[in-house]
């Protein structure tokens, strides 16, 4: 687990980020209440995200289930208002398990993690909110679904599998400028009729917000690096 920034360090840089993000939405001619933050509290142990909570923020991302679940619990007691995203990758024999545990899940790449999740919810009667993830970089070792086979694999989710998906996440390519990868997207989503958009971190929200991110994930700029 990473150090934490000191409690008061990490609801200044929270506070400075809602205002990056209110400051993008206005340049884009969007209101702020259109984007939700995701605060990436992964790698961080539970002392560094209280006051996080504290200062406000409600919805948190992970990118592990076992680590999710080790943390959260007793946050939540204090807190049970939390919302949490899955945002790595997602093993299908742990698919129950992420059911059970987040409110949204960003990761869904692959016709056997989607027949995973349909069974997971109709055992359980749980329903996580679903994103598909779109490799817009069409990158070897990045999970994802290829740009050119999301929307068959969407009406495979609708048709074969019945799971309702909300909307599409991405991770550009470190190397390459983000925006072309955002307006991507943008574009498979609108043609799908799929309103949420998961894009942009620390490095490159207002651009996110600037091609129609409705939810950004922020981990560094919050908690500090890792
Ligand atoms: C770690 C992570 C983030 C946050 O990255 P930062 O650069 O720390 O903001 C966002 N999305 C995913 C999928 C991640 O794994």
Do not use: Y
């Not at 923020?57 to 076992?66: A, M």
């Not at 290829?146 to 599998?161: K, T």
């Amino acid at each position: 687990m990473t150090q934490p920034a000191s409690p008061d360090e990490s609801a200044v840089r929270l506070a400075a980020v809602r205002k990056l993000i209110s400051r993008a939405a206005g340049d884009a001619g969007r209101k702020s209440a259109e984007v939700t933050l995701v605060a990436v509290s992964k790698t961080f142990p539970a002392e560094a995200i209280a006051p996080v909570l504290v200062a406000g923020q409600r919805v948190f991302g992970e990118n592990r289930v076992q680590e999710a679940k080790a943390k959260w619990p007793a946050l939540k007691q204090q807190f049970s208002d939390v919302e949490l995203h899955l945002i790595g990758p997602l093993q299908s024999n742990k698919a129950r398990e992420a059911v059970e545990f987040f409110e949204q899940i960003e990761t869904l790449d692959r016709p056997k993690l989607a027949a995973a999740l349909a069974d997971a919810i109709q055992k359980t009667g749980r329903h996580p909110e679903l994103l598909v993830q779109v490799n817009t970089g069409a990158e070897a070792q990045k999970g994802g679904i290829l740009p050119g086979e999301a929307d068959a694999f969407l009406a495979r989710c609708r048709d074969e599998f019945h799971l309702k998906i909300k909307g599409l996440m991405c991770i550009p390519p470190v190397e390459d400028p983000p925006s072309p990868h955002f307006a991507l997207l943008a574009r498979i989503a609108a043609r799908n009729g799929l309103s949420t958009l998961s894009m942009g971190m620390s490095a490159d929200f207002a651009a996110a917000i600037q091609c129609g991110a409705t939810q950004v994930r922020i981990g560094s700029a919050i908690f500090g690096v890792r």
